[in-house]
């Protein structure tokens, strides 16, 4: 690791890619710490620990949305927006579907699209959050429909900032930039995590409560670290097939074997953001109704502190586990492929025995993807109510599965750009 590290940094370009990351990555963190002009948002901190999807918007946000800072809002929506036009052009949208299959030009008109789409999602939510934190906090003294406006066009005015930041990553820094600055806001705020579990669990008072405080930190923390390599292990986790294809040399009369690898993950942390944002849309617009018998009954159903809630978001993870892997993976495009190479399955038959094949191996290893989603979600749910640790201390499972497929889809970008660079062919002059 240390290695690869000092081989990073000799080279010139790879290096000066690493350094504009990091700058523009500092242009992101000092935006997050400006609040949005007249706006008190000391009251939010509480208000966000309860709502599991403003919750999961802070987070990817690195704490900007608790300060409702101009960059509150993060890339969320255009994550949203880039989900809906990826669910919408898989043969919903003839005019989308065509786009998709009309290769970089296609692409490129979808990406505008999308943008478009997330400057709108952007000031909706922008303005449908500061009304209600308004009403709910009073965030805002005095203020009406101008303010409100006002305030919304910031908001979305940071999150296209903060798009073109990522456009900047990409095309001259490291990595897909979009997935940088959500890894940036994850880590940035992980310290500051620690810290206020330590002060949480280690009480100062005498020698004894703060010996068992600091045991209890140790195994957060060792919690924390199984987590990680859990996660880890499960983003390698493939499920290889074996394929088998004839050399088109005859000199050679042998057969080549390799693998067709199959990933137990393919879903990503897609579904658990899915489930979050269906589990807490009710709730979002019941907040701007008054109370009454109906509102209360189905804050009581949809609670993620409570048992029903949480079955009811396991059983959505798993839905749109099956859901979002049967998108990014189609067995039927694959079989085709396989048989347009002449390359096969041992002991299958290529064409509808082998797409039936590969469907029936990837619903059996998205069962295994779709438990682990459903125990890094729930964990931070299930812990307060088994365990003596406060509602306040979470593990942050979801943020970990971010930040370990980020760093590595990253490291291995920056792997494959030292060994270009250090490629000199075969004639050595």
């Not at 409702?68 to 989900?83: D, Q, R």
């Not at 939510?125 to 709910?136: I, N, P």
Request: glycine share 8%; with cysteine.
């Amino acid at each position: 690791m240390i290695q690869t590290f000092t081989s990073l940094f000799k080279n010139k370009e790879i290096r000066t890619k690493i350094f504009f990351t990091l700058a523009m990555l500092f242009i992101y963190r000092l935006g997050s710490g400006i609040p949005v002009p007249g706006v008190d948002a000391t009251a939010l901190t509480a208000g966000i620990a309860d709502n599991s999807i403003l919750g999961m918007m802070n987070l990817l946000g690195g704490g900007a949305l608790q300060r409702l800072s101009v960059f509150a809002l993060g890339v969320t929506p255009y994550i949203t927006a880039s989900i809906i036009i990826q669910l919408m052009s898989m043969d919903v949208i003839p005019a989308l579907t065509e786009m998709a299959k009309s290769g970089q030009q296609g692409r490129m008109k979808m990406d505008k699209i999308t943008r478009y789409m997330g400057v709108v999602l952007a000031f909706i939510q922008a303005f449908t959050m500061v009304y209600a934190f308004d009403k709910s906090y009073g965030i805002l003294s005095g203020a009406g429909v101008s303010t409100y406006l006002y305030v919304a066009t910031v908001l979305t005015a940071g999150t296209m900032f903060l798009l073109w930041v990522g456009d900047q990553i990409s095309a001259k820094g490291i990595g897909n930039g979009v997935s940088i600055i959500i890894f940036a806001g994850i880590v940035a705020n992980i310290p500051f995590q620690f810290i206020q579990v330590f002060n949480t669990l280690v009480d100062t008072a005498n020698n004894t409560a703060m010996f068992n405080g600091i045991l209890t930190f140790m195994l957060y923390v060792l919690m924390y670290l199984l987590i990680i390599v859990l996660v880890v292990f499960m983003q390698l986790a493939t499920r290889k097939i074996p394929v088998q294809y004839t050399s088109s040399s005859m000199t050679k009369g042998r057969n080549d074997m390799t693998y067709l690898p199959l990933k137990i993950n393919s879903a990503s942390v897609i579904p658990v953001i899915f489930a979050s944002a269906i589990m807490t849309a009710p709730l979002t617009i019941m907040s701007f109704f008054e109370a009454n018998s109906f509102t209360t009954t189905l804050n009581n159903i949809l609670s993620l502190q409570k048992p029903l809630g949480l079955c009811i978001y396991a059983v959505l993870i798993v839905l749109f586990t099956f859901f979002y892997t049967n998108l990014q993976v189609d067995p039927e495009k694959i079989a085709e492929n396989l048989g347009k190479s002449g390359t096969y399955i041992p002991g299958i038959r290529p064409g509808t025995e082998t797409k039936e094949y590969l469907s029936k191996v990837l619903n059996r290893i998205t069962v295994l993807g779709a438990i682990f989603l459903v125990f890094i979600a729930l964990l931070p749910y299930v812990l307060p109510m088994v365990t003596s640790l406060p509602s306040s201390v979470s593990m942050g499972g979801t943020g970990i599965i971010i930040v370990v497929g980020v760093a590595m889809e990253t490291m291995s970008q920056l792997k494959g750009q030292m060994t270009q660079k250090s490629y000199r062919g075969f004639i050595q002059k």
